[in-house]
Every structure is written in structure tokens, then in C-alpha cells.
């Protein structure tokens, strides 16, 4: 027997409930993926206070995650102390969607619109400042700033949210959840959270063991008349939309390679056509064992909402945006019990471990707050290729698809059909075109069937050519930039044991086999920073003891500098750029991700003390004199990010600098 009550499949009367109650019945409409079907789900409100406080007791779960969260993960946030709501279903119904689309409420709800929060002119201010003081000043790759079209309204909750939920269930398309939420305030607590929305974006999923992730960037605003195939091809030949989509997908392998044992696989591209936008998205995939709320912990949020690395975006959006986000970025996240899902009570597992989990992100939502005020979030992604009058459309473009649903602004007379651009000729040839920049190593599967004497191991080299790297212990320094997960994945590869710690956790510098100082935000010539300060006490430590030292990145940027060669910033950030570098006389495509860059010139004058300028270390330079690489006895470095998404001689070259700082001989090339 079902953990949860189900209403009749022949009548929809929890529908009727819903539509008939005064605003004290806590509820959800759900439609999903497309589906036939509107889900409808009432229960108990429940307030959290952490992700895994959420109560996995048997009944199915509706939590709606505020941005404050990321405060588990140790990132910096306004905190409203919105609070971490819950509904516990315990009943629960299945309504073909014509019929919930006939017995929702088809007026439009009166409301007042009052605009945006943030004028245009001051928006785009916000957005050069982002170009200019943080991107250009090595602080990450891009970065999301929100705004809000703000609207009042006289209506009760109910009738509002079901109107909304109506209204977008008619008139948006190729939503990922389209839904209406209704949670009342609790006891101990104040206000009712009440919104509705059409999300074009799964967060994260978790389902029988697999995890799927689903980045989302690039916007293709559809011109009043219809969109076109020529706009659309014009779209994705756009460098800049490119180089967005790629460093989401960079930072979210990120996360896939912390879940993900086995590592994580891409899959795609495709294009998300909606009522009014386009997107573009690929489907991260792979398998893990945790239980369902900490994957989400860990996941917190996607770099299409906040950017990346992860920890300085939080820090960047705090300095720019002076209001608290709310909800807005944040997660709607159903954990289900097997039994809930259609399955067999008998053999079901208990606990979390019975749970699945489908996350889509608070974006394209409206929020009904007590006393009738109406917020509409919209953000854009700030990349080095910005142009602020752009992203300033570009928010106007994603709360339009809202606005003009909930009737806060005119729908206008629109196209008289609308073209299915992926069935157009030339589209599926150029997201297919996409793949030549990525690395073959991320795209193939990758499972327990590749696992060796130290866990997912070197597939990619015989055995024979391997057993020089295999079992040797390997130290990876994070420095506020994840992307150290997907190098300790790549180097487990190799044959080794690699772990990651954070830079402010290291104890013993001089006891594995090999210490790997990863990348980070910022300026490496900046020596107040603890980051700088730390990289270059442990370079001496591991130099002095002539012990083997690879640094990546900022991390090879203050060796570089330590070595006597000049740090400058670089006439254009290289954020999110994939390069054919020259490595030592091989030629390699690598990603970049870097604002500084050391220099080709006359070597600075070392103090006697300094144990790196003995090394007389060998630069490796590009075509503008920037550092690529340097190389000395135990000792390596590379600018560009051998585990990035862009880098198909990544590998190679990882494993070239790792034999070459371990004295190891020379393998066989791994497969790009």
C-alpha cells in the first residue's frame, strides 16, 4: 500500500480543493518535462534549517530552496532569512492536462506594474563594473547579477497563483517545470511563499543512482516577429554565446566530478527553443551513492545563476547586488520514495537511499509576497565579450516570458506561427559543431568498468606504460576554484591516488608523492592575499626539500613570479578561451581561464634565499610572449587548465608534466 493518499483517476477532486480553498491549504501544480499530466500535490508545511534536515520520512517532498542556503557551503550571501520550505505531501493527484487547463482560472488577474528596481542605465553601470573591476581583475570567468520587475496586486493568493499557472501552461513552451506553489507560513513563522513559474532549466537530478546535470546558456532573443533560421544560425556562430555555455559546463563538471567517482560524461548540445527565447544546453551524466540532499548541498548553485568559480561568484554577487535574491537562483527540489514513483512497496529500501530527486532552478518565476507586492527575478550572464546594453535587453527578454503571461505587460501581436528552429537546415551541423572544441576524455563514458588498483583508473594507456604513475600519492590544493576535482579525477586516470584539500586545510606539505597547487581567483601578484601568501610558502617548501610540484594557473603564475619573471595583466582576459599553446615544442589545445600572465623579459634579480630562481627554470612561451608553461628539475607549471571541457590535449599534456616533475619514463600519449 502507498505511502501517501491518492484521490480517484476518474475525478480530479483535489484539483477542486485547491481551486476552492481560502489560502490556508498548502499545495502544489506541477507540470514536468512536458507531460501530459499536471501533478497536484497538498500536505504540511514544514520549515528547515539545513539541507539534510529536510525531512526524508517516507512521504514525498517539496522543498523550496532559498539562495541563503549556499551559506552550508561555506559561501558568502545577503541573508533575508528566507526560509527553507517544505511541503510533506500527503495526497496527492494526476490531472490530464486539458482538463487542468479547463478548470483553471482563465482571467487574468488585475495588477499594477511598477517596473524594474534597478533602472536600465544603472544596470548597465552594474554590468561595466563587473567587466572592469572584477573580470578584469582576475576575480572569475563571468558572473550573474540579478534585477526585478516589481508589480502590485489586490488578488487573494489562490486565484493568483492558479491564474499565473493557467496563463503559463498555455502560452510558454519548452519549460522544464512549468508549476504554482502555495506554502503558508508555519507556526514560528511570518510570511507565505507563494510563487509560479515556467523553468527552462534542471538543476539536478538523482535517480536509481544516476545524476544528471543540465547547463544552460547562450540566448537567442526572438525578434517580435518570430524567430528565424537565420537569427538562429547567426546565434550559435556567436563566439561569445559559445565561450558562456562552455564555462557553465566547465564549472559544472566541477560539481559532477565531486558527486561523480566515475567522473561524469557530456552529452549534447542541444537547443531549448521557448515562447519568446532560445537557449542553448548540454545533459551532464554519471552515477553516485549519496544520499539525494547532500548531492544538492553540493551542488549549490548552478553557475547559470550565480557564475564562476563558484565561491568568489557569491563573494562578487554580494558586492553588486544590494538586495537579498530570495528564492531567485535558488531550487525547487521533489524528493520521492520509489513507491511514490509507480513502484512496488515490498522490496523498497527505507530512508533517503529510497529517494529520487528532481531540482529545476528558480528561474522565469514570479513571487506573490503578503500585502500584494509582485517580484519577476531576471539575471544575466557577464562574460569579458559583454556589452551592457545587451545584457540589459537580455533581462528584459527573460522576465518578459513571464510578464507577458501573467498580463504585467502587453503580449503584443506576435508571429503568426512560430518556426521549429531545431528543424531547420544548418542547425543540428552547428551544435554539432560545438564538440570539435571538447575534450574527447569528458565526452565518452566514463564507469566503474575503468576502475584500477586506485579507483577509476588509466584506461587510456596500457598497463605497461602506466605502472611508473600508479599508486603514487598525489596532494591536490584547491584554491577557491573546483576545478581541482576534475584534475584529481584526471590524474586518478593516470594511475594515481589524488585527493583534494583546501588551501586553508593542508597539513603536511612534504609527504605525498606529488603536491598539485591548483588555480584560484585574483591577482598573484597580490602577497596580503592568505591564497598568494600560502601557494608561495609551499612552492618553497616543496623546492627546498626537492620534492615534485606541479602548479596550475594562479598557482603557476606565482611561480613564475618567484622564478623572476614578470606578472602583467593581459591586454583581454583569456576567461573561458580554448588556444593552441605551444608546450615545450608540442602543440595542444588547452582552455584558459586566466586575467594575468607572466611574461617573457629580462629575469628579475632573485633574492640569494630564494630557492626557485636556482631552479634556472625553462619557459615554454605563446606568440605574445605570455608564459605557457615552465619546467625545471621536479618542477612544472602550465597556464592554461589541462582538466577544462576545452582542453582535448589536456590529458596529454598532464600526463607529459607529471612524468616529467616525478623523473618518471615517458608513455604513450593518453587519447585526447
Not at 477532486?13 to 512536458?34: M, W
Not at 526572438?222 to 556567436?238: K, N, Q, S, W
Not at 544590494?322 to 512497496?345: H, K, Q, W
Request: contains cysteine; glycine residues 8%; hydrophobic residues 40%.
Amino acid at each position: 500500500m502507498s505511502r501517501i493518499q491518492r484521490s480517484a483517476a476518474t475525478q480530479h477532486p483535489l484539483l477542486d480543493r485547491v481551486l476552492a480553498s481560502d489560502g490556508s491549504l498548502p499545495f502544489a501544480l506541477l507540470r514536468r518535462h512536458g507531460g501530459a499530466e499536471v501533478e497536484v500535490l497538498v500536505g504540511d508545511v514544514v520549515d528547515a534549517g539545513l539541507l539534510r534536515d529536510i525531512p526524508l520520512d517516507g512521504a514525498p517532498v517539496l522543498a523550496v530552496v532559498p539562495f541563503r542556503q549556499a551559506r552550508e557551503r561555506g559561501f558568502t550571501v545577503h541573508d533575508d532569512g528566507a526560509p527553507l520550505r517544505c511541503i510533506v505531501v500527503r495526497e496527492s493527484e494526476r490531472v490530464p492536462l486539458p482538463d487542468a487547463v479547463a478548470a483553471l482560472p482563465s482571467e487574468p488577474v488585475a495588477a499594477e506594474p511598477l517596473g524594474f528596481d534597478i533602472p536600465d542605465d544603472e544596470y548597465a553601470g552594474i554590468v561595466r563594473r563587473v567587466i572592469d573591476d572584477e573580470i578584469g581583475q582576475g576575480a572569475g570567468a563571468n558572473f550573474v547579477v540579478m534585477r526585478r520587475f516589481e508589480a502590485r496586486t489586490d488578488a487573494a493568493p489562490v486565484p493568483t497563483l492558479t491564474s499565473w499557472f493557467r496563463a503559463l501552461l498555455t502560452h510558454e513552451v519548452g519549460s522544464y517545470w512549468t508549476f504554482a506553489v502555495h506554502a503558508p507560513a508555519p507556526a514560528g513563522s511570518t510570511e507565505t511563499l507563494s510563487l509560479a513559474g515556467a523553468t527552462p532549466e534542471r538543476h539536478l537530478t538523482v535517480q536509481d543512482g544516476v545524476v544528471r546535470m543540465n547547463p544552460i546558456s547562450g540566448t537567442y532573443r526572438h525578434p517580435a516577429t518570430g524567430p528565424t533560421r537565420d537569427g538562429v544560425l547567426e546565434f550559435l556562430r556567436d563566439t561569445k554565446e559559445n565561450e558562456e555555455l562552455f564555462m557553465v559546463v566547465d564549472e559544472e563538471m566541477k560539481m559532477m566530478s565531486v558527486l561523480c567517482p566515475d567522473g561524469g560524461r557530456i552529452v549534447g548540445p542541444y537547443l531549448k527553443q521557448m515562447a519568446r527565447l532560445s537557449h542553448t544546453e548540454y545533459l551532464l551524466e554519471g552515477r553516485t551513492t549519496l544520499d539525494p540532499r547532500e548531492a544538492l548541498r553540493l551542488t549549490m548553485f548552478a553557475p547559470t545563476v550565480t557564475g564562476s568559480p563558484m565561491e568568489n561568484a557569491c563573494r562578487v554577487i554580494a558586492r553588486h547586488e544590494t538586495r537579498p535574491r530570495g528564492y531567485y537562483s535558488g531550487v525547487l527540489a521533489l524528493f520521492e520514495p520509489y513507491d511514490a514513483r509507480g513502484n512496488s512497496d515490498e522490496h523498497t529500501p527505507s530512508g533517503p537511499a529510497n529517494y529520487s530527486l528532481d531540482a529545476p532552478i528558480l528561474i522565469r518565476t514570479a513571487y506573490l509576497h503578503d500585502g500584494g507586492h509582485v517580484t519577476v527575478p531576471a539575471g544575466a550572464t557577464l562574460v569579458r565579450h559583454s556589452v551592457p546594453e545587451h545584457e540589459v535587453a537580455e533581462t528584459r527578454a527573460k522576465a518578459a516570458g513571464v510578464l507577458v503571461s501573467l498580463g504585467l505587460v502587453p503580449r503584443g501581436a506576435g508571429p503568426d506561427a512560430v518556426v521549429d528552429l531545431n528543424a531547420q537546415p544548418g542547425v543540428a551541423e552547428a551544435l554539432t559543431a560545438r564538440n570539435s572544441q571538447l575534450a574527447e576524455f569528458w565526452v565518452r563514458p566514463q564507469d566503474a568498468a575503468h576502475a584500477g588498483p586506485a579507483g577509476p583508473s588509466a584506461t587510456l594507456l596500457e598497463p605497461a606504460e602506466t605502472s611508473a604513475l600508479t599508486g603514487r600519492n598525489v596532494l591536490v590544493v584547491d584554491h577557491e576554484d573546483q576545478f581541482t576535482t576534475m584534475l584529481a579525477h584526471q590524474l586518478r586516470h593516470l594511475g594515481m591516488n589524488a585527493r583534494v584539500v583546501r588551501w586553508d586545510a593542508v597539513g603536511d606539505v612534504l609527504a605525498d608523492d606529488l603536491v598539485v597547487l591548483g588555480p584560484g581567483p585574483g591577482d598573484p601578484r597580490d602577497h596580503e592575499d592568505p591564497r598568494i601568501a600560502a601557494i608561495t610558502r609551499r612552492i618553497h617548501e616543496r623546492v627546498s626539500a626537492r620534492r615534485p610540484l606541479l602548479a596550475v594557473c594562479l598557482s603557476h603564475q606565482v611561480l613564475a613570479g618567484l622564478a623572476g619573471f614578470p606578472i602583467r595583466a593581459l591586454r583581454a582576459p583569456r576567461q573561458g578561451v580554448r588556444l593552441d599553446a605551444d608546450v615545450f615544442g608540442t602543440t595542444a589545445a588547452v582552455g584558459y581561464y586566466n586575467t594575468f600572465g607572466a611574461q617573457l623579459s629580462t629575469i628579475a634579480a632573485a633574492a640569494a634565499d630564494n630557492p626557485v630562481a636556482r631552479l634556472a627554470l625553462e619557459p615554454s612561451v605563446d606568440t605574445d610572449g605570455v608564459l605557457t608553461a615552465l619546467r625545471g628539475p621536479g618542477v612544472a607549471s602550465v597556464q592554461g587548465h589541462l582538466e577544462s571541457v576545452l582542453s582535448a590535449d589536456g590529458l596529454t599534456v598532464l600526463d607529459a608534466l607529471t612524468r616529467h616533475v616525478l623523473g618518471a619514463p615517458t608513455g604513450a600519449s593518453p587519447a585526447r
